[in-house]
């Protein structure tokens, strides 16, 4: 199947806008992949096993008398010689730290990433999950997830996983703040003086996470998601297990494992991203389930969240970011072998998103879309998550419109190719 694709290269503000042990570091666990490391579970790491205290007594002289207390043979507990302390096995857990019932901690070790420590039994985020199938999205740059919520909202049966090729750390608000705007609602992205490189991506990584957290509210089958996150090296995967091989810009991704959903950040650059790279950050996302770091259940399907449209004069918003060509052009081309279809997020009037210009385009309206994106009267206050973790990165605000025939960036209405 042939689809032209136009390479325009051009700086936009921000995506969708107009224009071992681990250490941890800023709330994110550094860990080997496959590497079985402490969690962040609220344990002290530096807690060691308490041995027994032994009492001996009171002691009491003087010139003319000279009397021992010792104690009561017959007593046990804290502070006597008979207490026996509980174990971890006594107490059934492999896990945290705990009253020994002789006065001391007893410390039950911690648990491999990303497993957390629970009333003493280790358990990864996603043990309890009652999704059925992992469904990838891949998200050019935080805040395109907005783009393709159609196809990830109201999902009681997938375990959403989104894959965020880029930081978007080549934003043109992050010098500084060029949309923020406190007094109608938006949130900081962050507290620093530093705005550029990877200062810029460590803002846009807050940022969606916040937007995350609220949108999963609203949804109500998403969270909770985004609370613990790790450092991932994907060098450090087990020698044999297939994968795309290219050059990359970067090996390490954070994940933020979840219940019912987790989230991935690679950094590959913004406006730069290769096909090569989005082939390769794919197939290593698809290696976690036998690594731990996802729930092992079978894969659905792909979807490109970002919007490109390069087809003129057929009453669509012609928008073409390079990194998210490249992306449609991955689930475009190779067929990654989920079973179900590759979708990418297009223009309504799109011929290849019409029924029958590919075997399984759609359209969808969102229905999340009203909260995500809700302003308030007046002056427009920023009441949706989108508006108020989003809005730095426009100078005004984040437009609402009912369908992609409205030059605006994010639509209720909203298209898909699909293919393979």
Known sequence: MARAWISLVFLLPGCGDSSGRPTVTDGVTTATAGTANTSESGDDPSATSAGETTSTGDSESSSDTSTTTTSDPTATGPGTTDCQPLTCAELTAECGEFDDTCGNTLNCGDCAEPQLCTAGQCAAPFADTERQQLNYLVVAHPDDEISGWSLIEKSPGNYAVFIHMTRGDATGFCAPFGGYQPDVGEAPPGNTDDYQGQACAELRIGSALAFYAGAAEIDGFLGPIGEVGYTLNFDDLPEGTPGFDCPVSSTEARIYPGKNAAIIFFDMGDGDLTQCETEWAISQTRRLPQMGWLPQLPEYSLIATGYYNMVEGINCRVYAHPDHRVIHEALWETDFGTPGPQWGRTCREDPDAKPGGTPFARVEVTED?????????????????????????????WELGEDDTDEISFNKTQAFWGVH
């Open 369 to 397: 879309y009203d909260q995500i994106m809700e302003l308030g009267p007046g002056d427009f206050y920023r009441i949706g998550p989108a508006q108020v973790y989003y809005g730095w990165l426009m100078p005004d605000y």
